[in-house]
């Protein structure tokens, strides 16, 4: 079964960091832009970050200069790094990205999703 397997999700505290990954399971990234949405309780989910494999990167207004998206193309796997972290950043962080397994095309596929709790 395709799946995108999340980690790194926890509690910390305000100016803290946590680091994300999101490995495809079963399957293999397409070309096209990976990235992390995340949703607050009571909020839409709202992007945060893509990045391409070309490693071309777009971030959220709200993150820029604080969070950092990665790729590694050769073990399907993209990467938050998440520093200088507010309260505002808590909520359930999915990763999202178009996957390939044995001749079928998953576009748009999502994670599980990952909770990050920032406390005061």
């Known amino acids: 079964q395709v799946q995108l397997v999340e980690s790194g999700g926890g509690l910390v505290q305000a100016g803290g960091s946590l680091r994300l990954s999101c490995a495809a399971s079963?399957?293999?990234?397409?070309?096209?832009?990976a990235g992390w949405y995340r949703q607050a309780p009571g909020k839409q989910r709202e992007l945060v970050a893509t990045?391409?494999?070309?490693?071309?990167?777009k971030y959220a207004d709200s993150v820029k200069d604080r969070f950092t998206i990665s790729r590694d193309n050769g073990k399907n796997t993209v990467y938050l790094q998440m520093n200088s972290l507010n309260i505002e950043d808590t909520a359930v962080y999915y990763c999202?990205?178009?996957?390939?397994?044995?001749?079928?095309?998953?576009?748009?596929?999502w994670g599980q999703g990952t909770q990050v709790t920032v406390s005061s």
């Open positions: 079963r399957s293999t990234f397409n070309a096209n832009a």
């Open positions: 999202n990205a178009d996957l390939w397994s044995l001749g079928v095309y998953y576009p748009h596929y």
């Open positions: 990045v391409t494999a070309g490693g071309v990167t």
